[in-house]
Nanobody, 121 residues
Framework: QVQLVESGGGLVQPGGSLRLSCAAS????????MGWYRQPPGKERELVATITSGGSTNYIDSVKGRFTISRDNAKNTVDLQMNSLKPEDTAVYYC???????????????WGQGTQVTVSS
């Protein structure tokens, strides 16, 4: 079995910073892309940032210059450094990994349980 466990959410004032972390564990053979989605209250889930195994990154426009995604391929972890946070960043953040586990023949998306980020004064 594969598990993704997130940590690092919480309450922060506008302009503040938070760092989210996600660790994938289990019988993982290889991880292709990792990333973060978020779901604001009453809205649909949106892709925030992704990173390939080679380190190529992509961000949605609203977080460019404020958020930084990074990963440690040896530890199967992905982090999201969030700076200059705004109230509109408030959401449940989910990490995901596109991976193949031992015994499988194709890549599958796995998700974390989500962590709440609230930006408010």
């Amino acid at each position: 079995q594969v598990q993704l466990v997130e940590s690092g959410g919480g309450l922060v004032q506008p302009g503040g910073s938070l760092r989210l972390s996600c660790a994938a564990s289990g019988s993982i053979f290889s991880i292709n892309r990792m990333g973060w989605y978020r779901q604001p209250p009453g809205k649909e889930r949106e892709l925030v940032a992704t990173i390939t195994s080679g380190g190529s990154t992509n961000y949605i426009d609203s977080v460019k210059g404020r958020f930084t995604i990074s990963r440690d391929n040896a530890k199967n972890t992905v982090d999201l450094q969030m700076n200059s946070l705004k109230p509109e960043d408030t959401a449940v953040y989910y990490c995901y990994a596109n991976l193949i586990y031992y015994g499988s023949t194709y890549y599958t998306n796995y998700w974390g349980q989500g962590t709440q980020v609230t930006v408010s004064s």
